[in-house]
């Protein structure tokens, strides 16, 4: 079977540069976009994810705009833990991460899934460290019952005894039809590139970059009045993208009724992106990117 780049596969327009920094518990990878600026605007990706996924949106947005994407932890180049991941650390991650980039000014943050999700927790645990925000579908989790919550500790304990192994690809077309299967709305192009950034090549096939131990479950749930508590406290101005045709917007977000949400931020935009699940910035990265830019041009 012929590799993928034989094949019709997105090619980057923009160049991208790499660099580390050493952070709380080992090195961070990011990679840079555009003009080197002292507080360039954050990218902050999701589960599973890393930060050369968002090359996708990177590639629809301004050339002189000033990008910065990271690895979290256990994520693409970043340095993997030898113990857990638990979801405060992101919050904790972020905030150092603030602290040594904006020193002088607030950040600009950009968003998807779990990352938008430590976003705009942040947003309100810390208002005056964000300008503004565009959150993707970070919108937490569906809640759990909690007649659920014994099963869930026992078969996170259970799983700790035997912690998931790496997923392996044969090549990277099977991964990328994989990721066509559970995401419609991508098309294959940026279905093998995502197959691509997302692993290293190892005797026998490729892996995922991601540390397996992030597939764990966690026993730690936010309930959604929690994330609500957060979210109350935000005063950046603050965009909410999600997927015209995403599953887990409707499972976790009533997208039809923002009433509650505005009640909780009342200067909350909303916006929907046609033909689009939660993988919106890979799935529509020109949409995404006319979103967020007609947003930026309202609070630059």
């Not at 405060?88 to 938008?116: N, T, Y």
């Not at 959150?135 to 998931?164: Q, R």
């Not at 499972?251 to 923002?258: A, H, Q």
Request: negative net charge; proline residues 9%.
């Amino acid at each position: 079977m012929p590799e993928p780049q034989a094949r019709d596969t997105y090619l980057p327009r923009r160049a991208a540069r790499r660099s580390e920094l050493s952070g709380r518990e080992g090195q961070f990878a990011l990679t840079h976009w555009g003009p080197p600026e002292p507080a360039p605007i954050l990218l902050l990706h999701g589960w599973m994810d890393c930060a050369a996924a968002w090359q996708l949106l990177v590639d629809q947005l301004p050339d002189h705009w000033p990008l910065l994407a990271i690895d979290w932890p256990g994520y693409g180049y970043s340095a993997r833990r030898e113990g857990h991941y638990w979801f405060p650390e992101h919050l904790a991650e972020l905030d150092w991460l603030l602290e040594q980039i904006f020193v002088q000014q607030p950040a600009r943050i950009i968003g998807h899934s779990m990352g938008g999700t430590i976003a705009s927790m942040y947003a309100g645990v810390r208002p005056e460290r964000v300008a503004w925000l565009v959150n993707m579908e970070g919108i937490g989790m569906p809640e759990l019952p909690p007649a659920e919550l014994p099963a869930l500790i026992s078969g996170w304990l259970g799983a700790l005894h035997s912690p998931p192994s790496a997923r392996r690809y044969q090549d990277l077309e099977e991964l990328a039809e994989a990721l066509r299967r559970a995401n419609p709305c991508l098309p294959m192009a940026h279905a093998r590139f995502l197959a691509g950034v997302w692993t290293r090549q190892v005797a026998g096939g490729y892996e995922m970059l991601a540390d397996p131990r992030h597939q764990l479950r966690t026993p730690m749930r936010y309930k959604r009045s929690d994330l609500e508590a957060c979210w109350a406290q935000i005063r950046a101005p603050h965009l909410l993208l999600y997927g015209e045709q995403s599953a887990h917007a409707r499972r976790v977000l009533n997208v039809d009724e923002p009433t509650e949400l505005r009640k909780i931020m009342p200067e909350l935009q909303m916006a929907s992106i046609a033909t689009a699940g939660h993988l919106m910035p890979y799935e529509q990265p020109e949409q995404v990117a006319r979103a967020i830019i007609r947003f930026a041009a309202q609070h630059e």
